[in-house]
């Protein structure tokens, strides 16, 4: 035994070389978080939606759960339920029903682009009211604008891809 010990300590130990650490790449980066937005003098936040020929102009305000179209209720501007639904989700998803007035000018398209446009707004304008509900409205899809349009026409044919019967002879 005291062999073994006597020669564990005669031999001498390697030095120490100190290593170069690479930058570890599996850091993440810090995250900006973007400036928190200030609503206008009246109290409002803003958000502009976009969906095919329609454009909406969306102002949000803490308030009692107010929702008007160009100076009309919901209900009173869109008779489809679906669209109705659609303009109401961002809303329900954020759980901020009954708890901001929604107030919305819209114009060009027709009902289906306007109520598109109208929730893209309701969206936008959420995401400066409160910052924390991005992720929510993301999840959802609700900050993504649509961008299918319809195809022009093309001369020469009676529509965008129909054409005229061919006549072999």
């Given at each position: 035994m005291a062999e073994d010990q006597t020669s564990a300590?005669?031999?001498p130990a390697a030095p120490e070389t100190p290593v170069a650490e690479a930058p570890a790449a599996s850091t993440p980066a810090p995250v900006e978080t973007p400036a928190p937005v200030k609503p206008d003098q009246g109290g409002f936040f803003w958000g502009t939606g976009r969906r095919k020929a329609s454009v909406a102009r969306v102002r949000?305000?803490?308030?009692?759960?107010?929702?008007?179209?160009?100076?009309r209720k919901i209900d009173?501007?869109?008779?489809?339920?679906?669209?109705?639904?659609?303009?109401?989700?961002?809303?329900?998803v954020t759980d901020t029903s009954g708890k901001v007035d929604v107030l919305v000018n819209v114009h060009g398209g027709g009902f289906t682009g306007q109520a598109?446009?109208?929730?893209?707004?309701v969206s936008r304008a959420l995401k400066g009211y409160d910052a924390t509900l991005e992720p929510a409205l993301r999840e959802n899809n609700m900050l993504t604008r649509d961008?299918?349009?319809?195809?022009?026409?093309?001369?020469?044919?009676?529509?965008?891809?129909k054409r005229f019967q061919f006549s072999k002879r």
């Open positions: 300590d005669s031999t949000i305000r803490p308030g009692e759960g107010r929702f008007m179209i160009n100076g009173n501007y869109f008779n489809e339920l679906r669209d109705r639904q659609d303009i109401v989700r961002p809303l329900e598109g446009a109208i929730a893209l707004g961008p299918r349009r319809v195809e022009r026409k093309k001369y020469g044919q009676p529509g965008a891809r």
